[in-house]
């Protein structure tokens, strides 16, 4: 253990000297190394004032949080021991890069937005993500206090650019792809999902499905950059919703969680003498990427099947758990970030992909009738790390499906006379919600309907390009 330490922090250093650096030495405008930035050319967040709305949803995002957040500095405190201290740095780059760019992280006392997490004037002033692959914070930054972003006739009191960079995913790739820093181990990898996703391919992007004002709504709105500016069609909002329902925005994020997975559950309704299979069939319909994504080792999702007698009471007869598991380099897993050198278990969902698993059913003796549900669950963390944490961890239902199944034919007829005239109650496939969403693009598309809607934000994507996005 001391031993992969040692060898860790040596290679670390190297790597943080090599591609660490938030800037890269290119030949971009004017490029900035760790420690050579000045404090004051990063505006902290509540100066951006002009932006009242825009600033009350990122305060709300994780990205406002990246730092502060518990389960971040409970895990930066467990990767800290165990390297001595050499990890915590490599992570604070990614969590609150401005510290890093102006040699202040590791300070007790740091200028205001060094201590804001993804602040909005880091994402601001980038003007290049360097070469491929994006990772680890390969972000180029211009200071000269140009404000730049997807809009070409702002009028600001401060100066502003168009940048076609703030219309892709490539602004995001850089921080949600995370390689391991000793051996380059792809630990995150959201972005190069997406990039291989069927979305990716019609010109959707990350800031589609998680800056659109009102998730599981997906693209730009109408709406208005500043207090006091003109309306414009191309509005994206600052929310980075996402999964953290404890920590974000639980309305956002339980509406994305809701629109990204479809469960389809079959059965035969009457059940032979001995039980039969039921099968179940999970598709990742609303997300550009895996489900789950990003810290998939710590994420939990979850397919549990379930039998309710007729007071409700739920028994679970099986399970699927989706996920990965890094293991270290004997062999051993699951294994934490600091020894990881592969990767020993991965089940997840790819983008428009699906997954089915089948599960044994009987029903108990003397059960005549019973509501089979099978549901998709989702939470941020294990109970314990969240505990130990200390954060709340709710769990939500992103999907499920229900099916009455019955003992005998007679079991059935019986249940059919009781329920009279109305609807038996039994729904083969229930929702992920994803109804139609006022005058836009739901996420939870169904297979008719995708052509139209993605070409409807494709649209826009070329009016930008063209640069009529913003009359
Ligand atoms: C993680 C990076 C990131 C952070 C943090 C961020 N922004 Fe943005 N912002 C963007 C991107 C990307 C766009 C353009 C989206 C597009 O066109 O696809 C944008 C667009 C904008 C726009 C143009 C108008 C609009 O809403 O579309 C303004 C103004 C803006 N941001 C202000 C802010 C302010 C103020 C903050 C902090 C309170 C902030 N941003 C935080 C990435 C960021
Ligand atoms: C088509 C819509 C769509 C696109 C495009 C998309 N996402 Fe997502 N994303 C979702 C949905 C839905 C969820 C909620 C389900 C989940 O956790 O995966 C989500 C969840 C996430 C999460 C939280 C995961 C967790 O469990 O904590 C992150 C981080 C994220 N997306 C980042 C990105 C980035 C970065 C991109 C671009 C490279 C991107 N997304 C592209 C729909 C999308
Ligand atoms: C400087 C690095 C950086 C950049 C650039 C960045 N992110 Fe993030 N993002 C993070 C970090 C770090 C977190 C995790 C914060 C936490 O949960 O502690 C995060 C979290 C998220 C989440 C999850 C929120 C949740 O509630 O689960 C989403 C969604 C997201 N980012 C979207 C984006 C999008 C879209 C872009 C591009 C416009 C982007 N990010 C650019 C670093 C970055
Ligand atoms: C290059 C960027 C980057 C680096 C470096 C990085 N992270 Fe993150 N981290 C992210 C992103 C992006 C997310 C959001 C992914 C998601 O929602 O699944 C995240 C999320 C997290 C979360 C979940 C927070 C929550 O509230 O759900 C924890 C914990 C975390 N990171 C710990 C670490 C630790 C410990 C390190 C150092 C070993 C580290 N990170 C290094 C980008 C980074």
């Given amino acids: 253990m001391i031993k992969l330490v040692r060898a860790l922090s040596a290679t670390f250093v190297l790597v943080f000297a090599l591609t660490g650096s938030v800037c890269a030495a290119a030949a971009a405008p004017v490029s900035v190394r760790p420690g050579n930035a000045l404090p004051t050319q990063f505006p902290q967040a509540p100066q951006c004032v002009c932006h009242r709305m825009l600033l009350s949803e990122w305060q709300e995002s994780m990205h406002s949080k990246a730092l502060d957040d518990p389960l971040f500095k409970f895990k930066v405190a467990e990767a800290d021991k165990a390297t001595g201290k050499k990890l915590g740095p490599f992570c604070r780059r990614c969590h609150g890069p401005v510290a890093s760019i102006t040699g202040q992280d590791g300070k007790a006392d740091v200028s205001p937005a060094a201590s804001q997490g993804v602040v909005c004037s880091f994402c601001h002033q980038v003007v290049s993500t360097g070469k491929p692959p994006l990772a680890n914070v390969p972000h180029l930054l211009d200071l000269t206090g140009v404000m730049r972003a997807q809009l070409k006739d702002a009028q600001a009191p401060h100066f502003t650019q168009y940048s076609k960079l703030h219309t892709t995913s490539e602004i995001c790739g850089g921080c949600h792809d995370v390689n391991h820093p000793g051996n380059g181990l792809a630990l995150e990898t959201t972005y190069a999902e997406w990039k291989k996703s069927p979305q990716a391919k019609q010109g959707i992007q990350c800031q589609d499905c998680h800056m659109s004002e009102e998730p599981p709504v997906v693209g730009p709105s109408t709406g208005y950059a500043a207090e006091g500016a003109p309306e414009r069609p191309n509005i994206y909002h600052m929310t980075f919703a996402g999964a953290q329902v404890a920590l974000g925005n639980p309305t956002r994020a339980t509406a994305l969680l809701k629109n990204a997975a479809k469960v389809e559950l079959e059965a035969p309704e009457v059940l032979p003498a001995g039980g039969a299979e039921v099968s179940v069939k999970v598709t990742n319909v609303g997300a550009g990427h895996f489900l789950p994504t990003g810290l998939t080792e710590v994420r939990q999702m979850r397919l549990s099947v379930v039998v309710a007698d007729a007071d409700g009471k739920e028994t679970e007869i099986g399970e699927r758990v989706f996920g990965t598991e890094f293991k270290d380099k004997k062999g051993n897993h699951p294994a934490e970030i600091p020894d990881a050198v592969g990767v020993a278990k991965d089940d997840r969902i790819g983008p428009g992909a699906s997954v089915s698993q089948k599960?044994?059913?009987?029903?108990?003796?003397?059960?005549?009738?019973?509501?089979?549900?099978?549901?998709?669950?989702?939470k941020s963390a294990p109970d314990e790390l969240a505990k130990a944490a200390g954060v709340e961890n709710p769990t939500t239902v992103m999907a499920e499906a229900t099916k009455r199944v019955f003992a005998t034919q007679e079991a059935k007829a019986a249940d059919a006379a009781n329920a009279g005239a109305g609807p038996s109650g039994s729904t083969?496939?229930?929702?992920?919600?994803?109804?139609?969403?006022?005058?836009?693009?739901?996420?939870?598309?169904?297979?008719?309907?995708?052509?139209?809607?993605?070409?409807?934000?494709?649209?826009?994507?070329?009016?930008?390009?063209?640069?009529?996005?913003?009359?």
């Fill in 359 to 378: 599960f044994k059913l009987t029903l108990p003796a003397g059960i005549q009738a019973a509501d089979v549900t099978a549901r998709l669950l989702y």
């Fill in 428 to 471: 083969g496939q229930a929702g992920s919600g994803g109804g139609l969403q006022k005058g836009a693009v739901p996420m939870c598309l169904g297979a008719a309907m995708i052509a139209a809607a993605l070409a409807g934000i494709a649209f826009w994507r070329s009016r930008k390009g063209n640069g009529a996005g913003n009359e």
